[in-house]
């Protein structure tokens, strides 16, 4: 389970007070304790006058039975009569009767009984026991008394002999008069009389004589009844109840008042005890105890105000501890914060203000000025501010500050680079420059940190700040230096990203200037290009027809048209249409090329053979190969799919390869060509030669328009096209091409071609 909290601890809670419960307990005992006594001493004087009562009875009733024998014997009712009164004149006694042998009543006074609600005995109604008593005392003589008890309104409850009855008391109780009816024989004993003359002083030894003269020989001559009511001591036992009830409640009364008196001593220490706890509790630790008691009330409270004193001695170092800790989480916040805008800050301005705003909000600098230092001139400007009034800050930033060597406190902040902890300004007004002093004292500036900002070795301003109106410590200008070196390789930083900037833009127009020199000579380009594209048709157009004519007139002379030739002249001859037929194919490349470069290339795919169109081309060039002393073969190849393409375009491809291979192969070389299927959708061809191969640093380039290798037989040089176009045909398949070489051993020309029913082409 969790603990209570402060909170669930002040909710007040229902409670009886500890007063009440006091009070209530210790009324509880002083009533347990007085009705215990009260009942016990009731119980006593019950006793004790029962006793008294009984005793008084048997008293008169052995007097009369000694007294009046002889009255009796004698009938003398005079004297009976006598006896009588004097008998009733005791108080508790209400009636005597006295009866002769024969049970017939010879005196018979009665007090009467009580009347109702009042005390008074009325006469008129005599109050007698109930004869039945005589009559059967008459029939069974008796010389013990006996006693029986009758309520005064009733029958007889029960009668007994002299032994104390256990109910003396109940008359008290139930508050109705009891009647105690004592009846003897009177008879003459026929030993002696002597027997009854203690009767009177000796009660115990009367019993005991009465018992002992219990004889059959005595005569009886009457009975003697005497009647005492209890009612005096009802009366007497209620005023005593009533005087215990009303010193008990005395009793408990001063109980009461005492125990309040005593809880409040307790209870009230207590109370204000528990009232400055909860202030306590509440955070209120200037609240104290006063002792009113010297007991453990009293050192409770001692001890209390020791506590709170503790804990409020506690309480400030914590404070204190937390401040400090607070101020020092804020310093470095700041100078986290201040390198996150010194990060995200590339404008100076901007920059410098930021820092110095947040300097005065963080840290709790109440004033901050920041002057950059220009060595050129010799002067401090530019002033950044926080802190300061709108008004007096825009004078400050208006102000220049000329730096000489003067001993003042700028030149040795900006020459000398010192860090300056001022407690008192009064002990450096005169080292400060009179333009600013007065705006320090107009801010109620009394003491200030200076710091200089340095960025490598040079000094680029300084940082001043005060705490006003506390006095600055050696810990507030250990944080102005560690922001000032911060500030300064920022300042650096932002100037070079200015000068980075202005560079940037100065490049920036330069690269324009410069895209556009070249898009014009670009366009110029292009422009010569075309001409070029349409001077090269022109030309080959207008040199193709010559040539036809040149070659035809050639070969009519060799067929001998013209007569016959000798055979200096056949060999001119054959010379002329060799390089007739060398210059149309130059021509005719240079034709392809330029219809490929104006997009003008004629393309109309149909499925072809390869083996077929190989077979083809090899017939064409088996003449040349021959007349080179070369072996030109097919290499044999099985189920190789059509390929899609144009005709006269792959025709022209192959046969660009195979008279490369032709070419740049010395005799009894071989040329071979195989075709092999790859990955279904392609068929691949290779043309290789035994040929002088190609260096690895021209692979790249032959390619290339009118590229010829510088290392080749001369003989064997063309235009430096027929690669170019045979790739931009490949590519018109969309097929590729490749080659390896091995110089002085032969290269391998790969082409591929898109196998018919693939979408190639
Ligand atoms: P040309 O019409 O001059 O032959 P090409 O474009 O056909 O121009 O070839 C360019 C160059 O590639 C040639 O000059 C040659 O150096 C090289 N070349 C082409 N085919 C072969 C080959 N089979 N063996 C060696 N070199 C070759």
Known sequence: MMPPGIDELRTPIRMTSLRTKFIVFISVIII???????WYVVNQQAQFMAESLRSTGLRTIK??????????????????????????????????????SKGTPLVSKSKGALGTGSQARMINAPLYPDEQIVQSLLADPQNDPVITAFKSKGQSTSSFRTSSPPWWNVGFIDQTELLYDFAVTVDRRAASDSLLGPLALEEQEDVGGLERSAQPQSTIHGVVQVGVSNETMIQQLNDIVW??????????????????????????????LADVAKKVSAGDFSVSLEPTTRDEVGQLSITFNTMTKAIRDREQAI????????????????????????????????LLSTVLHLLVEKVGFTHMLLMLY?????????????????????????????????????????????????????????????????YIMQLGVTSFVCAPLKSQQNILGFIAADSTPEICTQEDLDLLITIANTVGVAIDNAKAYQQLEQLNITLEERVDER???????????RELDQLKSAFVSIVSHELRTP???????????????TGELTDRQTFY?????????????????????????????DFTPVSVSMPELIKEVIENLQAMATERGLSLALAPSQNVPLVRGDRDKMSQVLTNLVHNAIKFTPPCGLVNISIVQKVDQWVEVCVADTGCGIPDEELQTIFERFYRSPTGPLESKGAGLGLAITKNLVDLHGGQIWVASTEGKGSKFFITFPVAGHGYG
Request: aromatic fraction near 4%.
């Open 32 to 38: 347990a304790v007085c009705s215990g006594l009260s």
């Open 63 to 100: 007097n009369l039975a000694y007294n009046t024998r002889f009255p009796l014997i004698a009938k003398d009712t005079l004297s009976l009569e006598r006896l009588s009164d004097g008998a009733m004149n005791a108080e508790e006694v209400v009636y005597v009767i006295m009866t002769d």
């Open 243 to 272: 005087n215990i009830v009303l010193i008990t409640f005395l009793i408990i009364a001063l109980g009461i008042v005492a125990t309040t008196l005593l809880a409040n001593r307790i209870i009230n220490p207590l109370r204000s």
């Open 319 to 350: 404070s204190a501890q937390v401040a400090t800790i607070t101020k020092h989480a804020n310093k470095l916040t700041t100078l986290n914060q201040t390198g996150s805008a010194i990060a995200s800050h590339l404008d100076l301005n901007a």
């Open 374 to 438: 220009d060595p050129e001139r010799g002067l401090v400007h530019q002033a950044q501010t926080a802190g300061i009034p709108d008004e007096l800050a825009s004078h400050i930033q208006s102000l220049e500050i000329l730096i000489q060597e003067d001993g003042s406190l700028h030149a040795d902040l900006l020459f000398r680079g010192e860090a300056f902890l001022i407690p008192e300004i009064q002990t450096v007004s005169a080292r400060l420059d009179p333009r600013i002093f007065p």
């Open 515 to 525: 895209t556009q020199k070249l898009t014009e000579a670009n366009e110029k380009l």
């Open 547 to 561: 040539m036809t004519s040149v070659k035809g007139l050639v070969e009519n002379m060799l067929d001998g048209l």
């Open 573 to 601: 001859l054959t010379r002329v249409r060799a390089n007739v037929d060398r210059l149309t194919r130059m021509i005719n490349d240079l034709l392809d090329l330029s219809r490929i470069e104006a997009g003008r290339m």
